[in-house]
C-alpha cells in the first residue's frame, strides 16, 4: 500500500490553493533612484515542486499596468514562503 493515496498535486492545484498570489508579476521602486524599478515573478518548478522566484536587477522602466507594486510587508512574507517551500508540495 502507497504512503499517499491522494492524487499527486500540480500546478494547477498550487494556483487554485494560493488564490493565484503567485501568477501576478510585482515589482519595487529603487530606494536611490525611483525611476527604476525591480521586477519580481514567481514560477512554479515542476522538477523541485516548489515555487520559486525569478528577481531582476534594478532598471529604468516603468511598470505594466497589471503589475502589484510589493511592500515591505508583502516581500518579507513572500521570503518567509519561500523558507517553507523547501519540502515537497503535497
Known amino acids: 500500500m502507497a504512503l499517499n493515496d491522494a492524487p499527486e498535486r500540480n500546478v494547477h492545484d498550487f494556483h487554485r490553493l494560493t488564490h493565484n498570489k503567485f501568477k501576478?508579476?510585482?515589482?519595487?521602486?529603487?530606494?536611490?533612484?525611483p525611476t527604476q524599478i525591480q521586477v519580481i515573478?514567481?514560477?512554479f518548478n515542476v522538477f523541485t515542486g516548489t515555487p520559486q522566484q525569478q528577481v531582476s536587477n534594478?532598471?529604468?522602466?516603468?511598470?505594466?499596468?497589471?503589475?502589484v507594486e510589493m511592500t515591505p510587508e508583502e516581500e518579507g512574507r513572500l521570503m518567509r514562503f519561500k523558507s517553507l517551500t523547501q519540502s515537497q508540495f503535497y
Open 58 to 67: 534594478f532598471h529604468a522602466a516603468e511598470p505594466d499596468e497589471d503589475w
Open 41 to 43: 515573478r514567481f514560477f
Open 24 to 33: 501576478k508579476t510585482y515589482f519595487k521602486r529603487n530606494p536611490k533612484d
